[in-house]
């Protein structure tokens, strides 16, 4: 997947509340199950909302939500649709897990440069990163032509 590589910044909730973009900047604004929704800056292209547990496996407890196919084909579709952004933001509660599982699908996906995120990141979420490449994977092999 031919994709322009934009610069990928991985903040905490509370660092991206703070955040005022410069540029054409797009966030995808990762939070809990029924969980509150951050006020983010209204200088964003375009916020993806999105809501899963920081979970790597499926749980017995029914609060829980799972990163699941749908989640990982909202982010893909966002990323394709604002392939022009120059950076794409993108936050959970601590900025550890989810939103680096997520920064790193999107690089192994789109062929964008993994640098040292998974140095930076021990702890990311191994399950978000497996899926959103899965799914893209998946997606890819049906659509005519490299995007």
């Given amino acids: 997947m031919a994709t322009p590589k934009p610069e990928v910044l991985i903040l905490s909730e509370q660092r991206a509340r703070l955040y005022e973009p410069s540029g054409r900047e797009v966030c995808i604004s990762i939070t809990n199950p029924e969980g509150p929704v951050p006020t983010l800056s209204s200088g964003f292209a375009a916020i993806l909302r999105i809501a899963f547990t920081?979970?790597?496996?499926?749980?017995?407890?029914?609060?829980?939500?799972?990163?699941?196919?749908?989640?990982?084909?909202?982010?893909?579709?966002?990323?394709?649709?604002?392939?022009?952004?120059?950076?794409?933001?993108?936050?959970?509660?601590?900025?550890?897990?989810?939103?680096?599982?997520v920064a790193m699908g999107l690089c192994e996906l789109f062929a964008w440069d993994l640098a040292d995120l998974e140095q930076r990141y021990p702890l990311w979420n191994t399950w978000v990163r497996e899926e959103l490449v899965r799914v893209g994977k998946q997606t890819q092999e049906g659509l005519p032509g490299d995007r």
Avoid at 72 to 100: K, L, T, Y
Wanted: hydrophobic content about 40%; aromatic content about 10%; overall charge negative.
């Fill in 54 to 101: 920081d979970i790597a496996r499926p749980s017995p407890f029914t609060w829980d939500l799972l990163f699941n196919d749908e989640h990982a084909s909202q982010i893909i579709d966002f990323v394709r649709e604002w392939e022009g952004a120059d950076r794409i933001v993108i936050h959970c509660m601590a900025g550890q897990s989810r939103s680096p599982g």
